[in-house]
């Protein structure tokens, strides 16, 4: 199993998976427009024409250049950051609208993230979709990683659903940029272990553990069993994702291809695949003309580009 260093930040691990999340989660948008087919993706006849990314990666861009900024989560300017650049057109929830409109009139946001949903807080998988990228950046030093997950998550997110299936993804994002590092990949079931030990008793945990116990399972079989992010819910989202990831770790365009085949809310579990993968691969390992069809990354205030394969 994978150790934790200490202190250790990545800022071209973190651009790689940003890549990686935006890449997925605009192709994995595609496949809601009519006419678009998995068979297309087979066949080698990606969706022609540019992709535009969504809230996923708009929320996942406030979060790298908050990174940026100095190497932490400050809650307060990351709600700002999120508040300020929220645009609807890009398929929030409606939750979500609500929340961030409130931030963005003024409220504190802690207090509208608590008042969500008759005051049990927001167990979707918006705090999930985004936060691949924190992992990344923390490669090495896994507990952080999970701490800070869990700092961006409650700006949006109180119910504990919500909130662990934003750790679990930026732990999963973390072992995999530290296995990148190192030149070790973790087995699957390693993977999966690596994250349950930073989960506590939730709905979350239990679907990690399932989901080692179906790696030998088809794609179409785990999504039964896990979800495929129908229901827009971190629990129905998170688990079904770190099986796609951990079973596909070092193969990018497979694991995309598996949430597309999975179908649900495939930019959100395509988002949360693809930042953990491209930890692992690195950008080299996106196909070129997927991110030439991805729309530019030009607001995210860290360039373009990430780091070499090592």
């Known amino acids: 199993m994978l150790r934790s260093q200490t202190a250790m930040t990545d800022l071209p691990l973190c651009r790689d998976s940003l890549d990686g999340l ?36 708009e929320m996942a861009l406030s979060l790298v250049a908050e990174l940026h900024a100095d190497g932490h989560i400050n809650q307060d300017r990351l709600a700002r950051r999120f508040a300020e650049h929220f645009e609807p057109y890009r398929g929030y929830g409606g939750g979500a609208v609500v929340i961030l409109r409130r931030i963005r009139n003024g ?25 691949a990228p924190l992992g990344a950046f923390h490669a090495g030093d896994t507990k952080t990683a999970a701490l800070e997950a869990l700092r961006s998550a409650e700006i949006t997110h109180a119910h504990a659903e919500g909130i662990l299936g934003a ?4 732990v999963a994002a973390a072992e995999a ?13 390693e993977l999966l272990d690596a994250v349950a030990g930073f989960l506590v008793d939730s709905q979350i945990l239990t679907g990690v553990r399932r989901a080692k116990h179906l790696l030998r399972a088809s794609v179409g079989e785990a999504a039964h069993e896990l979800g495929n992010g ?9 688990p079904f994702a ?9 193969d990018y365009p497979a694991a ?27 950008r080299a390992g996106i196909p070129e003309a997927w991110l030439t069809q991805r729309e530019p990354l030009a607001e995210s205030g860290i360039g373009a580009g990430g780091a070499e394969n090592r």
């Open 107 to 131: 409220e504190p946001w802690r207090d509208v993230t608590r008042d969500a949903f008759g005051g049990q807080g927001s167990m979707g998988n918006g705090a999930a979709m985004r936060v």
């Open 22 to 57: 935006s890449v997925g989660d605009a192709l994995g948008a595609q496949f809601f427009v009519p006419g678009t087919t998995f068979q297309d993706l087979l066949d080698g006849t990606a969706p022609a024409g540019s992709w535009p990314w969504t809230d996923d990666t």
């Open 167 to 170: 750790v679990a993804v930026a």
């Open 230 to 238: 129908t229901q827009i819910l971190a629990q129905d989202t998170v």
């Open 256 to 282: 995309i291809r598996a949430c597309v085949e999975a179908g649900g809310d495939v930019d959100t579990t395509g988002a949360i695949v693809g930042g953990i993968v491209a930890a692992y691969t690195g």
């Open 177 to 189: 940029g530290w296995a990148r590092l190192v030149r070790n990949r973790p087995t699957p079931a």
């Open 242 to 250: 770190l099986w796609v990831a951990a079973t596909h770790l070092d």
